[in-house]
Every structure is written in C-alpha cells, then in structure tokens.
C-alpha cells in the first residue's frame, strides 16, 4: 500500500510506486499537458521523472505525490512539493499537472491548497513558492486561487528552451 499523505473532500494524495507508470505515462506523454514543460515526455523522460520522485520521498520524505479520487481511486494527477533553485535559493515548490479529461473541475486547486497546508503544518516551511510559465494561465489561476501573489520573474532553461517564469509565493509573515 502506497503511503497516504493527505486527502480533502475529493481527493486522496498518495506517494507513488512503481506500478503508477501508466496512468502517469498517460499524463506525461500529453502534449496538451505538458506545453509548460516543453512538450510532451518520452517513455524514458517519463520512467526518469517517476524515479525522481522515489528518490525525492526517500532523501527529503516529499515530492509530487499521485492525486487520486476518492470516489474510484484513478489516479488523476500529480500535486506535491519539490525543492527548486530560486536566484541564489533552493525553495520549496508546489507542483501541480492533471490528466487533460479531469481539467475544469477545482481539482488542482483543491490539492494545491492542501499542499500549502502540509507544507507549513507537517514540513515547518514558513513560505511556499510556485514557479510559473508567463505563458501558462490556467497555472497563474490556481496559485491566485490557493493564496498565492506573484513576487517577481526569472528565465529558466528547461529542456533546451529559455522561458520567462513568474515566481509566486505565500507564507506567514
Ligand atoms: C494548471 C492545471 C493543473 C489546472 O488544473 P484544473 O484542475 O483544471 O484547475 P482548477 O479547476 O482547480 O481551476 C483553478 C482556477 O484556474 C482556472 N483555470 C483552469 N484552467 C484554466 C484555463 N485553461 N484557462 C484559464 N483559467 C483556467 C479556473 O477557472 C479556476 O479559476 P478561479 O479560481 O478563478 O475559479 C491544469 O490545467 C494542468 O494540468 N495544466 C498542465 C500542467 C501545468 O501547466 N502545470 C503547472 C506547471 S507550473
């Protein structure tokens, strides 16, 4: 049984396992999903990505987590926090990406906001940040949505790209 980590009212956020690859295969390989990433993964890419995340839990006990409705247990999506480079800082990050059929619905939002929850009460992170492509609304509204405010930009190379990020953050001050 993969270890639970959270859940809200719909969802049940979980740690993945290895058996997770193809329903995480489904969302990575989206070209749709993944236009902030640039573009759809490959098998590889996406077998990469995945043992990143054992790791992540094993070294630091978080990453992006497996999102999955309570309701059915399909796993819908990834949300989670992940530590990232922010100028001469390494912060942590809420992450989130949904399979493309369940956009729409509140379900990033309602995850992401969980995440911040856990973040500051179980993980001690004073702030929580989101780094997101200018281009990339749909992201922006969610961030907004769970509290967040933008604090400034930065440009990240990212699969052989140069793309313009807006950093977002919240925290107890
Ligand atoms: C970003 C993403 C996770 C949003 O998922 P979602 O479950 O559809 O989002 P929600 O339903 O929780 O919506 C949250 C807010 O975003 C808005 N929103 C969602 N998709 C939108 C879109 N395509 N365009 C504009 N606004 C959008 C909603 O209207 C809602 O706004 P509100 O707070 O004003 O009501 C989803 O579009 C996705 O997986 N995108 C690809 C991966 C990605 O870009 N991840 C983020 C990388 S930084």
Not at 63 to 84: F, P, S
Not at 101 to 112: D, F, K, L, S, V
Not at 146 to 153: D, K, L, Q, V
């Amino acid at each position: 049984m993969d270890r639970l980590v959270l859940s809200t009212a719909r969802l049940m956020v979980r740690e993945m396992s290895p058996s997770d690859l193809l329903p995480l295969a489904a969302i990575l390989q989206d070209d749709g999903v993944m236009y902030a990433y640039g573009g759809a993964f490959s098998a590889a890419e996406t077998e990469a990505w995945l043992d990143k995340q054992l790791r992540r839990y094993a070294e630091l006990g978080f990453g992006l987590w497996a999102v999955c409705l309570n309701d059915t247990g399909e796993m819908i999506g990834q949300c989670g926090i992940t530590m990232q480079e922010y100028n001469d800082l390494t912060v942590p990050e809420i992450g989130y990406l949904f399979a493309r059929r369940h956009w729409h619905n509140g379900y990033a939002a309602e995850a992401a906001m969980a995440c911040r929850c856990y973040g500051m009460a179980n993980l001690h992170f004073n702030r929580l940040y989101s780094i997101i492509r200018i281009t990339n609304v749909a992201s922006q509204k969610v961030a907004f949505r769970i509290g967040m405010r933008p604090e400034g930009t930065i440009v990240r190379h990212y699969r052989g790209q140069y793309m313009r990020h807006i950093v977002f953050s919240a925290g107890i001050d």
